[in-house]
């Protein structure tokens, strides 16, 4: 499936949320001239500067200020970018959790960061989601 899986409950059942290691940060930066680019996990150019997040232990080697840090779940289905609803159903539950969550869609996968005290919080909450999803289809 090149393109990726456009089915909303088909999605949820399968999104398999995964926590990956580490601590991350949003920084704003001037340019990324002195910044190694195996170490950006993101870039992404706004008018009013560029955004990297990177590994809280990156920013503080480079003495980078920054005000939170983040833990980054990576839903592990193959969503196409064209598809409807799923950020939607991700970010609502989290939301009735009271939990934040910044969205970035790659081509392959939704990855989220959440605050990182609330971590384990948030990835049982996409597997209830994911688990309710299932069963919800099981009928």
Not at 116 to 123: D, G, I, N, R, W
Not at 127 to 139: I, K, R, Y
């Amino acid at each position: 499936m090149p393109n990726g899986e456009m089915n909303l409950s088909i999605l949820i059942k399968n999104m398999q949320p995964i926590l990956n290691d580490g601590l991350y940060v949003f920084l704003c930066v001037p340019h990324l001239d002195n910044l190694d680019f195996d170490e950006l996990l993101l870039v992404f150019k706004e008018k009013e500067g560029t955004t990297v997040v990177v590994t809280q232990y990156y920013a503080d080697r480079l003495g980078f200020a920054y005000s939170s840090t983040f833990a980054w779940i990576s839903l592990h289905v193959h969503s196409a970018l064209e598809a409807v609803g799923l950020t939607a159903a991700f970010a609502t539950a989290l939301g009735k959790a009271d939990i934040s969550c910044n969205v970035v869609a790659a081509f392959y996968h939704d990855h989220i960061f959440v605050p990182h005290h609330q971590a384990q919080k948030a990835l049982e909450t996409l597997q209830q989601l994911a688990q309710s999803a299932a069963s919800l289809s099981q009928d």
